[in-house]
């Protein structure tokens, strides 16, 4: 049994960030039938990032969360649970897409900025590739806010492959 415990740190991770958007759905289905031989020796992570407050804006959201301005701590505890829930349905959801196809996958979710989580999860958690959706932002959104396959290429300590629709 010890020798199990000492082979599973030793495999190694990928990650695959999601969220409500089509395309980080059609970046797991691409793990899952493209990678599906190397994933008996792989450990699949599905993350999905919790928006904090602080974070949220009227505008609109990066990750296609309908996300909520509060100024108000009693607001913001509600927008804060509610992001949670949100992000515990979509690690089901993904966690169920992973069960059919015969993937056991572990579940990770974490608040705060999603670019910045998804960078410290993939250190946290010793991950060797990082798979995300790419998402259409809008020329004007990109130039402003970046685009978060930049700042992952960028900052995450790992390869990181974006999957196109």
Known sequence: MGDEKQKEGLKKKVMV??????????????????????????????????????????????????RIYCPFSATCNSVIERNKKISLGLLEKAKGICASKGVYVETVTETGDPKETICNAVQRHKINLLVIGDHDNGILRRVFQGSLGDYCLDHAKCPVLVVKN
């Not at 899952?32 to 904090?52: G, P, R, Y």
């Open 17 to 66: 960030a999601i969220d409500e958007s089509e395309g980080s759905y059609h970046a797991l289905m691409w793990v899952l039938n493209n990678l599906k031989e190397s994933l008996k020796s792989l450990q699949l992570v599905i993350f999905a990032a919790q928006a904090s407050p602080k974070y949220n804006s009227i505008c609109g959201s990066q990750l296609g969360f309908a």
